[in-house]
């Protein structure tokens, strides 16, 4: 289904609305994490880059998901982390000040990284380059950077200069995230709607496969390099969540409705699965200084 000039240009505005509401909730402050503690910081960030994409790759390949649907789940395991992983986080009661930081760095990372990645694994899906779809590094690359680096440097600056105004505004501006979220969901749902049925159960499996191997790898790895109990479960949730109205804006703007599935999907079950592992995390199995206090 073709969508409008005006439909592909609606959601990267709005979407670097939502990003601008991101910066006035940022600070330079918030970067000293990454020198404290690199290896934390390195770990949770370079987990959307490289555990989500090779995730996303291994389940695309075990289901055998057709090319568009396929490139879809690669889209949205290529995206950074957005502010929901911070609220998670916070209710897991976990190391809200570093999941900050891996969601900032991850998504002034994600300009590169992600076109990069979708380049990369878009090769691998279509070696012969049979498919319709061309995937143009350097449109996405500028797209991102215009929706994604620019409103949220803008962000920090307005905080910088006005701190009272920016939060003021900043619980305003999530409010308005989440129901963008909700449009955008509802948007990808309502273009796919005349094979949604036969579609939703297939990418539904792909989408719990992905983001479940986020969460254990995104617990485990930090294990095995010694990294703190807290910390680990923080990089779980950073890594296991992605921001996925980044996912179906790309998607819409470069690819099609069909595209944008897979991120619509994961957007409700990260929900679903993530409020579950705070629940876990915060209440039936808190760490022990938590039990303490």
């Not at 090769?123 to 620019?150: A, C, H, N, R, Y």
Request: glycine share 8%; hydrophobic share 55%.
């Amino acid at each position: 289904m073709q969508l409008g000039a005006v439909e592909k240009g609606l959601l990267p505005a709005l979407l670097a609305i939502v990003m601008l509401g991101m910066g006035f909730g940022l600070a330079i402050g918030d970067f000293k994490r990454i020198f404290t503690t690199p290896l934390q910081t390195l770990v949770g960030t370079l987990g959307h880059f490289v555990i989500m994409p090779l995730a996303a790759y291994a389940v695309v390949l075990i289901l055998g998901l057709e090319y568009e649907l396929a490139l879809g789940v690669i889209l949205v395991g290529s995206c950074p982390s957005g502010t929901t992983s911070n609220l998670i986080n916070y209710l897991a009661k976990g190391d809200v000040a570093l999941a900050v930081v891996i969601t900032a760095l991850s998504t002034l990372l994600c300009p590169l990284l992600t076109p990069v990645i979708v380049t990369f694994f878009g090769s691998l899906l279509d070696p012969t380059g049979s498919s319709m779809m061309q995937i143009s590094f350097f449109e996405m690359l500028k797209t991102v950077v215009v929706i994604i680096v620019l409103p949220i440097s803008i962000g920090m600056a307005v905080k910088h200069k006005f701190p009272g105004f920016a939060q003021k505004i900043e619980a305003p501006y999530k409010i308005f995230s989440i129901l963008f979220l909700v449009f955008v969901v509802a948007f990808v749902t309502y273009k796919n709607r005349e094979n949604f049925i036969e579609m939703v159960l297939l990418v539904g499996l792909a989408v719990i496969l992905h983001n479940t191997f986020g969460f254990l790898a995104g617990y485990l790895f930090p294990k095995l390099l010694g990294i703190a109990e807290k910390q680990a479960r923080t990089i779980s949730i950073e890594v296991a969540i992605q921001n996925t109205t980044l996912g179906m804006t790309l998607a819409i703007q470069f690819f099609g409705p069909k595209v944008a599935l897979p991120s619509a999907i994961f957007s409700i079950w990260m929900y679903i699965a993530g409020i579950a592992m705070a629940l876990f995390w915060g209440y039936v199995a808190p760490l022990k200084e938590e039990k303490a206090a």
